[in-house]
Structures are given as structure tokens and as C-alpha cells.
């Protein structure tokens, strides 16, 4: 029975020592809601064991965020994700370009300007410009670069702020603020 054990590698035998500790101490935890749910008190090694389970809890969270960061950075720098947003735009451009003239018919601030005659050419030939330079800029490596840029070094950050802990020291985030009511009002939204 114990040579499964010895055939186990150094990280292995570790990896199934912590998972032996977390199991456990969830086990003790169960174990104590239950007790407590049926009248008793807490054992002393069922709190003994959740004291435990959140300290070992608390040593490696930090460290296992960090690692897992890098490898989010290291696959993110390996993406071409405006290339991917680019194929998607051209897959779907007659629905995006219809889409647009939908939405430009119904906006109450060109009523007036739609009985123009011409007018759906021009929104249909102003839609076809702006999805072709969009897809034109997406499909550019240096848009490629640009959002790597932004994305490798948004980790950057976030990873600097677990090491040095900054994020403990934030408190509660802030409510959004609220939408104007100068803005224009989603109509999708109401329905």
C-alpha cells in the first residue's frame, strides 16, 4: 500500500498534503456546523482545525494569486484578440450594417434629417466606411500590440499590488456614479 507513496514525487507528496489539510478542514468545518446546528458546542479540534484551515488559507492565497496572474499574462501575450474582434466584424457585417441603419431610423434626432431624399444611401455608405476602417485598424498588428500593451501591463499592476498588498488597504469600493440625465437614454433598456 505504501508504495504508491514512495513512488510520488516531492510535489506531489506536497500537493497531497495540503489537499489532505483542506480537505480536512473543510471536513471539521461541516462537521462543526452540524454540531452547533444539533445543540452542542465546538469541539475544541473541530476549532482548532478551522483556525488552521483559514491561517493555511491566508499563506498561500498570495502566492497562488501571483502565480496564477503570470500565467494569465504569459497566455494574454500570446492572443491576437483585435484580430479576433475583426473576424467577428466581418462575419457578421450585413447584420452589423443593418443594425446601424435600424438604430440611426429610430433615433429621435434624425427624424427630421431622414426625409431627406438620399438619406438611407448615406447611412448605409457612412456604416460601410466606418465598419471598413474599424476592421480595417483591428486587423493592424500595431492595434494588436497596443492591446497587449494595455492588457500585459494592467497585470503588471495588479500583480505589484497583490505582492505589496495594497489592495488590503483600500476598503470598500465606491457605489458607481449614477447616470446623468443629460445622457442619451438606452432604449433597449426600457423595454
Known amino acids: 500500500m505504501s508504495q504508491w507513496l514512495e513512488d510520488l514525487s516531492t510535489l506531489q507528496v506536497l500537493l497531497l498534503v495540503v489537499g489532505v489539510l483542506l480537505g480536512g478542514s473543510v471536513l471539521a468545518t461541516l462537521l462543526g456546523a452540524l454540531l452547533v446546528r444539533l445543540g452542542m458546542r465546538r469541539p ?3 476549532d482548532r482545525a478551522s483556525q488552521l ?5 491566508g499563506l498561500i492565497k498570495r502566492p497562488l494569486t501571483i502565480v496564477v496572474l503570470d500565467e494569465v499574462a504569459a497566455v494574454i ?4 484578440y483585435t484580430k479576433n474582434i475583426s473576424d467577428a466584424l466581418l462575419e457578421n457585417h450585413d447584420e452589423l450594417k443593418a443594425l446601424v441603419a435600424e438604430k440611426v431610423r429610430a433615433d ?10 438620399g438619406y438611407d444611401a448615406i447611412v448605409s455608405e457612412a456604416s460601410e466606411t466606418v465598419l471598413r476602417v474599424l476592421i480595417d485598424m483591428l486587423s493592424d498588428p500595431r492595434m494588436d500590440e497596443l492591446v497587449s500593451d494595455l492588457l500585459r501591463n494592467n497585470l503588471e499592476q495588479i500583480k505589484i499590488a497583490v505582492r505589496e498588498r495594497a489592495h488590503e488597504q483600500v476598503g470598500e469600493m465606491k457605489p458607481a456614479d449614477p447616470i446623468p440625465a ?3 437614454v438606452d432604449r433597449a433598456r426600457r423595454r
Do not use: E
Open 108 to 117: 429621435p434626432n434624425a427624424r427630421l434629417v431622414s426625409k431627406l431624399p
Open 53 to 57: 484551515s483559514f491561517r493555511l488559507l
Open 44 to 46: 475544541w479540534v473541530v
Open 77 to 80: 501575450q500570446t492572443g491576437h
Open 182 to 184: 443629460s445622457a442619451p
